[in-house]
């Protein structure tokens, strides 16, 4: 990940608030799965964007966390700063909205983890029929490509392209959404015509993408708030590898979950203590679900035909 985060003493959020919130043009409260997050910054455009992702909240509640988001040329590009006792977070020259809302989730999941054992995963989320789906991978593992593949049948609902809460909820692992619309690639509409037209060419922003609102292409009835998860697919792309499916056990499963440190680059705290809670959800998670580890080498169509025949969703055109 190109940004480094530093965590900082009360001390030195004072010092960094007190010379950011002079400039603050806009305090906007956003409700990130029953979390109240401040984002403040002096950027219009930054604001429309997140106002156009999250739910609003109201501003008479008082913040779990707070984002001051700014450029300044005293510090070097991709900066982020956190305070992990007042849940306070600097980003500096930070211009990829990508990862201000990465971490606006992860700041949430900050809060979530540590008072209400619900945990975060950074990844796609599907319903099939009352069964939820989950798609994790490395970057350009082609999680998004076959998220949006999956939303072309009518069968499936979404819950999250990107991240979504989950929690231990007895016997099941219940998963929840927590963006009003999505950050999507420009791209998309080239690999699956049905998302053409989406959003206007001239909206996308310097990095080929923009915030939609997809239930005009898949209907207001096929976001979903919640799921209970079922399946667990794992997707890599490695052209040395012969494989282009195969089983996990809990146990492999978990290991290789560890070794890419959750498949989460946005995590703004990692410690023991943080590892060791989320390895025990991992844990439950991974034994309460089916596992697949996917190899995405082939063509988007093969790829997804291949999942689709995995947690029996309807091959196109049957």
Same mark, same amino acid.
Request: aromatic share 12%.
């Given at each position: 990940?190109?940004?480094r985060?530093?965590?900082?003493?009360?001390?030195?959020?004072?010092?960094?608030?007190?010379?950011f919130?002079p400039?603050?043009?806009?305090?906007?409260?956003?409700?990130?799965?029953?979390? *109240? $997050?401040?984002?403040?910054?002096?950027?219009?455009? #930054?604001? @429309? !964007?997140?106002?156009?992702n999250?739910?609003?909240m109201s501003?008479?509640?008082?913040?779990?966390?707070?984002?001051y988001?700014f450029?300044?040329?005293?510090y070097?590009?991709?900066?982020?700063?956190?305070?992990?006792?007042?849940r306070?977070?600097?980003?500096?020259?930070?211009?990829?909205?990508g990862w201000?809302?990465?971490?606006?989730?992860?700041?949430?999941?900050?809060?979530?983890?540590?008072?209400?054992a619900?945990?975060?995963?950074?990844g796609? *989320? $599907?319903?099939?029929?009352?069964?939820?789906?989950? #798609?994790? @991978? !490395?970057?350009?593992?082609?999680?998004?490509?076959?998220?949006?593949?999956?939303?072309?049948?009518?069968?499936?609902?979404?819950?999250?392209?990107?991240?979504?809460?989950?929690?231990?909820?007895?016997?099941?692992?219940?998963?929840?959404g927590?963006?009003?619309?999505?950050?999507?690639?420009?791209?998309?509409?080239?690999?699956?015509?049905?998302?053409?037209?989406l959003?206007?060419?001239?909206?996308?922003?310097?990095?080929?993408?923009?915030?939609?609102?997809?239930?005009w292409?898949?209907?207001?009835?096929?976001? #979903?708030?919640?799921t209970?998860?079922?399946?667990v697919?794992?997707l890599?792309?490695?052209?040395?590898?012969?494989?282009?499916?195969?089983?996990?056990?809990?146990?492999?499963?978990?290991a290789l979950f560890?070794r890419?440190?959750?498949?989460?680059?946005?995590?703004?705290?990692?410690?023991?203590?943080?590892?060791?809670?989320?390895?025990?959800?991992?844990?439950?998670?991974l034994?309460?679900?089916?596992?697949?580890?996917?190899?995405t080498t082939?063509?988007?169509?093969?790829?997804?035909?291949?999942?689709?025949?995995?947690?029996a969703?309807?091959?196109?055109?049957?």
């Amino acid at each position: 990940m190109p940004y480094r985060i530093s965590l900082i003493t009360l001390e030195e959020k004072d010092r960094l608030a007190a010379r950011f919130t002079p400039n603050v043009r806009y305090e906007i409260k956003s409700e990130i799965y029953g979390c *109240c $997050i401040k984002l403040l910054s002096d950027d219009p455009v #930054l604001r @429309g !964007t997140w106002q156009e992702n999250f739910y609003s909240m109201s501003q008479n509640i008082r913040s779990h966390g707070r984002m001051y988001v700014f450029r300044d040329p005293d510090y070097p590009p991709d900066s982020v700063f956190y305070e992990p006792q007042s849940r306070t977070a600097f980003l500096l020259n930070v211009r990829y909205y990508g990862w201000i809302k990465s971490l606006a989730l992860s700041l949430t999941s900050d809060i979530l983890e540590d008072e209400h054992a619900i945990f975060s995963v950074h990844g796609a *989320c $599907i319903d099939i029929a009352g069964s939820g789906l989950c #798609l994790i @991978g !490395t970057s350009g593992a082609g999680k998004t490509t076959q998220t949006y593949g999956l939303l072309r049948q009518p069968h499936t609902r979404i819950i999250s392209d990107d991240w979504f809460f989950s929690r231990v909820f007895g016997p099941e692992i219940l998963a929840y959404g927590s963006e009003k619309n999505f950050y999507i690639r420009q791209d998309l509409e080239t690999v699956w015509k049905e998302f053409g037209g989406l959003v206007r060419a001239e909206e996308y922003d310097r990095d080929g993408r923009a915030v939609a609102d997809i239930r005009w292409v898949i209907g207001k009835g096929r976001m #979903l708030p919640m799921t209970t998860l079922r399946t667990v697919i794992i997707l890599k792309r490695d052209p040395a590898d012969r494989n282009t499916v195969q089983s996990l056990n809990p146990d492999a499963a978990l290991a290789l979950f560890e070794r890419n440190n959750f498949f989460n680059p946005h995590f703004l705290v990692s410690n023991p203590y943080k590892t060791a809670i989320r390895m025990k959800y991992m844990k439950d998670l991974l034994d309460r679900t089916v596992i697949y580890e996917v190899n995405t080498t082939g063509t988007p169509e093969g790829t997804q035909k291949m999942i689709r025949s995995l947690v029996a969703v309807p091959q196109a055109g049957s």
